[in-house]
């Protein structure tokens, strides 16, 4: 009876503690956010489209607040990196919108997805509203393989935040 109750409390440890680790952004907190001419980091037009291009700045005290804000503890944190949902590359911004921690086994996943459609953007083959779906679709769906290989060979955070995701599905 013991070992049944410690079990059972460890569970609930899991879960509620790792109850929110993402492995998709959180559209509340993170719907994505696009460069514009006011943006504080804007530094001019690019490409034949004339999007709008922000430079890369996101200081220590942003990062950690994101961490923060989906509560994810210091010891997991090694697990993730801030990422722009859109990059900047083709006209992401530096706001806390635009801002998520992504995890990397699941960021090196899609390693040429983000080069391809900055190719594609670059030579007029999409427009800068398809970029956007595209990066949207990778990001929140990803590969039912890496899930499961996070399940089974993951860190106890891995677990967790997998079976949210799972959770958070139906």
Not at 142 to 164: F, I, N, S
Request: net charge positive.
């Amino acid at each position: 009876m013991k070992s049944l109750f410690l079990v059972v409390a460890s569970f609930l440890f899991v879960q509620f503690t790792y109850a929110d680790y993402p492995i998709v952004p959180d559209e509340s907190m993170t719907p994505g956010d696009t460069c514009s001419r006011q943006d504080r980091h804007f530094d001019g037009y690019r490409y034949s489209a004339k999007i709008a291009h922000c430079r890369r700045k996101v200081s220590r005290g942003l990062k950690t607040e994101i961490y923060r804000a989906y509560n994810i503890p210091e010891k997991c944190r090694r697990r993730y990196t801030i990422d722009h949902f859109y990059p900047l590359s083709i006209g992401g911004n530096n706001s806390i919108k635009n801002l998520w921690p992504e995890h990397k086994l699941l960021k090196e996943t899609r390693l040429y997805l983000e080069q391809d459609v900055f190719d594609n953007l670059v030579q007029g083959k999409i427009t800068q509203e398809e970029a956007f779906r595209q990066i949207h679709e990778a990001k929140m769906n990803p590969p039912p393989q890496h899930l499961q290989w996070l399940e089974t060979y993951g860190t106890e955070c891995d677990r967790a935040a997998v079976q949210m995701y799972r959770n958070s599905q139906f």
